[in-house]
């Protein structure tokens, strides 16, 4: 049974749901590059993705930012540990920018995917297929 990613009542866990990516990653490169692969067609131009390298052709990724609402979820890379940061625009200005761990970035980032999810049909396939862990 899939957990509805909307606000009925088996509302998604998200704190177990980001428990599930970490331990099933295990590494936060197979992390990013499963974040990216089943959120790319939902979220369009919303998610920029860099990878490393001069032509850019790997499934590598050196850092993916996205975009929902006012905030922006950025992870980069560096040196084999990735720094996350949450930051909140208003009026098109950045006024505020808090780096945290993967797990709040992961928990932050679901929640907000979640709240888009109620109204978007192509975010909520996207959260449905991170939940049940196929590329639909």
């Known amino acids: ?3 509805d990613v909307g606000n009925g009542d088996q ?3 998200l704190d177990l749901l980001a428990s599930s990516l970490r331990a099933d990653s ?10 990216v692969s089943r959120l790319s067609d939902a979220l369009g131009d919303r998610l920029a993705v860099e990878r490393p390298g001069r032509f850019r052709k790997s499934d590598e990724v050196r850092q993916v930012s996205i975009r929902l609402g006012d905030d922006q979820f950025d992870a980069t890379v560096e040196r084999g540990v990735v720094v996350c940061t949450i930051s909140r625009s208003s009026g098109g200005i950045r006024i505020r920018s808090n780096r945290v761990g993967i797990d709040e970035w992961l928990r932050q980032l679901l929640g907000a ?11 909520r396939v996207a959260l449905e297929s991170l939940v049940i862990g196929n590329n639909t």
Request: charged residues 35%.
């Open 113 to 123: 995917l979640r709240d888009e999810a109620a109204t978007t049909e192509a975010t």
């Open 1 to 3: 049974m899939v957990p």
């Open 26 to 35: 295990g590494d936060v490169r197979v992390l990013l590059r499963a974040l």
């Open 11 to 13: 509302e998604l866990d």
